[in-house]
């Protein structure tokens, strides 16, 4: 059997398209190589554009949320008793707790 007995359409359409792929890439890989430095200057250019565009760019993966969430931390005095700081944070329960906008607080 022979490579040419076995082709059905879709194989015979994928060849081509490979071929043509295959044709485009010698050309484009053969003008490359005849103008390096071009193609080097080119790519450099197109480097240095590229870290331009850094400040303009967000530098998060996700955007930011708005969760209707704050962390307060607080810090006694090193050498603190544990009386102390449990009064510092009632007195910080009782700022929460006149606040009609906080609803949960720990």
């Known amino acids: 059997m022979t490579a040419k007995e076995d082709e059905y ?3 015979v ?3 081509r398209i490979f071929t043509a792929f295959s044709r485009a890439y010698g050309r484009a890989l053969a003008l490359s190589l005849n103008h390096r430095w071009k ?13 331009l565009s850094i400040e ?3 530098k998060e ?3 930011t949320q708005d969760i209707g969430v704050f962390i307060v931390q607080f810090q006694t005095p ?3 008793s544990l009386n102390f700081t449990s009064a510092k944070a009632a007195e910080m329960e009782k700022i929460f707790k ?3 906008a ?3 607080y720990s």
Do not use: D, E, K, Q
């Open 39 to 51: 193609v080097i200057g080119i790519a450099l250019g197109l480097f240095a554009l590229s870290l």
């Open 102 to 104: 906080i609803t949960h």
């Open 56 to 58: 303009w760019i967000t």
């Open 78 to 80: 090193v050498g603190s």
């Open 13 to 15: 359409f994928v060849n």
């Open 61 to 63: 993966f996700m955007p």
């Open 9 to 11: 359409r879709f194989a």
């Open 98 to 100: 006149a606040n009609p």
